[in-house]
């Protein structure tokens, strides 16, 4: 609950490096954060962590040994400045699209999170060019992307945080509320809570709806407990009450016609 005090920078900030810390485990949550903030919220977090910590996360990022084979796109990730307009070049969407589909037939002969080509297009065009050339993919060859990427998860969470992350994030609630979640995936669900209740946790209670068959208030009613249980209900009940309340409009003009 600490989170839900912090200022929004120094919360990804501080989650940045606690995923760094722990090591390739939880690497993902960095691509989270790359891919789900927008342009000034990522940067917000980019100069509060060299603030906290007396280096820039970039430079940490780059010295990951561990891991040498998903340094480029976590480094350009972590440093990317998107374009957030709504411009989108329809030529350059299905050009990449093509591109995309030749790097996953021939990912045998080189990773596709090393391809120079995939990863410039993942960290520099916008999520709406992204979800254009996604839009493409499926035209031009029928298939699903996540499908194709199901051998490639830090490349498949990418697109979908990139693109798609209420659905990304609905997975990483449902895998923090099984039985056998272990205590980084439980932790999960305080962050998505917290980070995403005045962004889009609206969309992601009804996808989670959707995805599950079950309201994840109720979810989370059947297996937390105590003030932990009632912080993390009240927030989505406040998220669940804006979700039916219902405008009233044009009542002026009514009054007006009846008069």
């Known amino acids: 609950m600490v989170q839900w005090t912090m200022h929004p920078w120094e919360r990804d900030a501080r989650l940045a490096h606690k995923a760094i810390t722990k090591g390739p485990e939880a690497y993902g ?3 989270e954060i790359a891919c789900t903030r927008s342009s000034e919220e990522l940067l917000g977090a980019r100069k509060a962590y060299q603030s906290l910590f007396n280096q820039s996360i970039e430079d940490v990022v780059s010295r990951i040994q561990c891991i040498e084979r998903k340094v480029p ?3 350009a990730l972590v440093s ?3 374009y957030e307009g709504a411009l989108v070049n329809d030529s350059t969407a299905r050009s990449e699209a093509r591109t995309l589909r030749t790097a996953i037939r021939t990912s045998n002969k080189k990773n596709l999170i090393e391809d120079d080509k995939i990863v410039r297009m993942l960290t520099i065009r916008s999520k709406l060019h992204l979800k254009a050339v996604i839009k493409f993919y499926k035209e031009l060859y029928g298939r699903d992307i ?3 990427l199901e051998s490639e998860m830090s490349l498949k969470e990418t697109i979908q945080c990139l693109c798609n992350p209420q659905t990304y994030f609905s997975k990483v609630l449902i895998d923090a509320l099984k039985d056998d979640a272990d205590d980084d995936k439980k932790e999960a669900l305080t962050r998505v809570i917290v980070t995403r209740n005045n962004v889009d946790m609206k969309e992601i209670v009804e996808e989670f709806k959707k995805q599950y068959g079950v309201p994840l208030s109720r979810k ?3 297996l937390a ?3 932990y249980k ?3 209900v009240s927030l989505i009940d406040r998220i669940n009450e804006k979700m039916t309340e219902i405008p009233i409009t044009g009542s002026s003009t ?3 016609a009846s008069g």
């Open 254 to 256: 009514e009054e007006g």
């Open 73 to 75: 796109l976590l480094v």
């Open 230 to 232: 009632d912080f993390l």
């Open 220 to 222: 989370i009613e059947e």
């Open 29 to 31: 949550l960095l691509i």
């Open 225 to 227: 407990l105590g003030n």
């Open 80 to 82: 990317s400045y998107r």
């Open 146 to 148: 996540y499908k194709d």
